[in-house]
């Protein structure tokens, strides 16, 4: 059998220009014209032809690197300064230009602001293009670890057993100096022993200073190299981290808007969620749709309130276990009567308003507890229906009522084939995000940087998804080309990169 050989000492020619280096239907040339397509005056791109001072990188150029860069997996700024002198579509879509590793991790670090209304640009220009019309939205949400470690993350008790132990230390180092300075001044393992001393003095100083911060601001934990991070609680373990969320589009599955919080769930982010892209489109959605991460009654009222269709089954939907067999004595099984503001048992007894839970706002009804002989005790179902000594307690949610409609709503037939779309199109983009751009965790640290980050892997995933909706490379140029003025906001100006 004959075989293949290759030679590397065999001449070959690269073509004349950088321009011939990429074919018509190479998808950089897509990226390339996406950031061309952008208004550089709405974005506030600030561009001094002539600037006085060292020459400094375009502003676009960059803007081309990281994006074209986070959507084939290169996020490190020294994979990304690489790239640029062996691959060939990163030396065209710079023409040329090879930053260095610093630049471009600087660039990415003071325009962390630009870098995060991206998204929000590149979906007003979806609109623009008829790919997204805002009628349902998705929502879902996300959690990424932050960089940084979980072991940098202190709570008071946690900073308390630190101090105990640090002192404990200082406290040794200090008896073994005394012993040791009474044998000889100079000594190399007296002058090891203070070096020691002054470190763990200064972590007692840090760890100090994180307690008493814990105690005025009142937080739970703070972590030390990344203090905008939360512990979240991942299937493995607990890490570092942010809960990124999404808003996607029915028509076609692209991302609307997102967010990135400090937070471990989604209960009060319904709301906020569904205003952020609604201001994207300018306009309200019909229909806000999420699982049951989401299934906070008062988050629910206030897109309720504005008219919006809202399918988010509760807890008890969501787990699709009924019972294998009937609950008589079930809450829903008693008879609210809200004339009297009270509950009718099945054996016809009545159980008055007892108090309000502060914390969660729900409002008890029971028998009075001072009662010796309470209805519940001399019933004949005492032990099955309840078996607290005080006979039996429901709870009634502030927005009981709503939370009941919001239930027969998720019921019905057209509900459920809308909510049947949630997977496809709101978990969709995450799923690219982890698998197909391998993101696992965050490389800028803080709010703003992680914003910026997942502005970034949202637009990678709309502007593959707009080539495949447009027909290719080439279709999705034509119709950049089309659309002479993008109208996009941008909020802060953007600085330069030093070269």
Not at 225 to 244: L, M
Not at 433 to 454: H, Y
Request: a positive charge; hydrophobic letters at 35%.
């Amino acid at each position: 059998m004959a075989y293949r050989y290759g030679d590397r000492y065999q001449m070959a020619l690269f073509p004349q220009s950088i321009e011939e280096y990429v074919s018509k239907d190479d998808p950089v040339r897509a990226y390339d014209a996406f950031v061309e397509a952008l208004d550089t005056k709405e974005l506030g791109v600030i561009l001094h032809d002539n600037k006085a001072g060292n020459p400094e990188y375009n502003p676009k150029s960059m803007i081309k690197l990281l994006l074209y860069g986070y959507s084939y997996g290169f996020r490190s700024s020294r994979k990304l300064e690489r790239a640029t002198y062996h691959n060939l579509s990163f030396i065209w879509i710079m023409g040329g230009l090879k930053p260095d590793h610093k630049t471009i991790a600087n660039f990415r670090r003071k325009n962390r602001n630009v870098l995060k209304d991206i998204l929000k640009q590149c979906a007003r220009m979806c609109i623009e293009l008829d790919l997204i019309d805002g009628n349902t939205l998705f929502i879902d949400s996300t959690k990424i670890r932050a960089n940084a470690s979980i072991k940098n993350t202190y709570t008071i008790e946690k900073g308390q057993r630190h101090l105990e132990r640090i002192n404990e230390r200082i406290e040794k180092i200090l008896t073994e100096c005394e012993r040791i300075d009474k044998q000889e001044e100079n000594n190399a393992s007296l002058i090891k022993l203070k070096g020691r001393l002054k470190q763990q003095e200064l972590l007692k100083a840090k760890i100090e200073k994180v307690v008493k911060e814990l105690k005025e601001e009142k937080k739970k934990s703070i972590n030390t190299v990344d203090r905008d991070s939360t512990k979240i609680n991942f299937p493995a373990r607990t890490h570092a981290g942010y809960n990124a969320h999404i808003a996607a589009d029915e028509k076609n599955g692209l991302i609307v808007s997102n967010d990135v919080l400090s937070e471990n769930d989604e209960k009060n982010q319904f709301a906020n969620q569904v205003n952020i892209a609604n201001k994207t489109l300018g306009k309200k959605c019909a229909t806000a749709c999420a699982d049951a991460g989401y299934a906070h009654t008062e988050e629910l009222k206030k897109i309720h309130d504005q008219n919006i269709r809202v399918i988010v089954p509760s807890q008890k939907q969501a787990l699709k276990n009924p019972p294998k067999e009937p609950n008589p004595f079930d809450k829903t099984n008693f008879i609210y009567d809200a004339k009297n503001d009270c509950y009718i048992c099945p054996e016809g007894h009545t159980l008055p308003y007892s108090r309000t839970d502060e914390r969660w706002g729900s409002r008890c009804y029971m028998i009075t507890r001072n009662a010796k002989a309470t209805p519940c005790k001399q019933c004949r179902h005492f032990g099955k229906c309840t078996k607290a000594k005080e006979g039996r307690k429901i709870t009634r949610l502030q927005y009981e009522e709503l939370k009941e409609e919001l239930e027969a709503l998720y019921e019905e037939p057209e509900s459920q084939s809308v909510y049947a779309l949630r997977k496809e199109k709101a978990e969709l983009p995450f799923a690219h995000i982890k698998r197909n751009l391998g993101v696992q965790a965050f490389l800028l640290r803080g709010l703003d940087g992680v914003k910026a980050e997942m502005s970034l892997f949202a637009s990678c995933f709309n502007i593959s998804r707009m080539i495949t909706l447009l027909g290719g490379v080439s279709g999705l140029i034509k119709r950049f080309a089309s659309q002479k003025e993008v109208k996009i906001t941008a909020h802060a100006p953007l600085a330069g990169a030093s070269a």
